[in-house]
């Protein structure tokens, strides 16, 4: 049985999301609306998400866990005309916000630009520890291999009015 266990958690991240190499562009902008966005939450690893069934949806709702009460429940999302991506920083490695800022169509792939911003210098990055940051965006359906690529963002200098 562990061996099992073993060789399947081994298996697990050549069925995720793909490579850049893999995904050639130009490719053909996809409309996303954020579903949520938020900084404090339960998903305290890296990851990528590719969601494209309901129970997947509230099962990945559930493990976000929203520090609020009464609780949240999990935002409609109609899966015969949407799918959900969704990004998470993680804890302890400096970025204070993530965001899903494009979504192309390639030919061979769905091709997902994700921007990190980090910890300010002038700020203490313990401050942050405990952050959370996560994105998730709901598009149109597609079968396509997803490909996620992370790119470096600056804070904006002022707060968004």
């Not at 401050?127 to 396509?144: G, L, N």
Request: charged share 20%; with cysteine; hydrophobic share 45%.
């Amino acid at each position: 049985m562990r061996a099992t266990l073993l060789l399947f958690c081994l298996l697990l991240p050549a069925a995720g999301p793909g490579r850049a190499a893999d995904c050639p562009g130009p490719g053909k902008p996809v409309a996303l609306k954020t579903v949520i966005r938020g900084v404090i939450g339960n998903l305290d690893k890296k990851s990528e998400r590719v969601v494209r069934s309901e129970a997947d949806w509230k099962a990945l709702w559930g493990q976000l866990g929203l520090p609020l009460k009464p609780s949240p429940t999990a935002p409609a999302i109609d899966f015969s005309t949407n799918m959900v991506l969704g990004v998470t920083a993680g804890e302890g490695r400096g970025v204070v916000e993530v965001e899903i800022v494009r979504v192309e169509q390639r030919a061979a792939c769905l091709y997902v630009t994700v921007a990190e911003r980090a910890v300010p210098k002038n700020m203490a990055a313990d401050q942050f520890s405990k952050f959370h940051p996560f994105h998730f965006v709901r598009i149109p359906p597609a079968k396509d291999p997803v490909v996620f690529t992370y790119i470096k963002a600056a804070l904006p200098r002022t707060a968004p009015k």
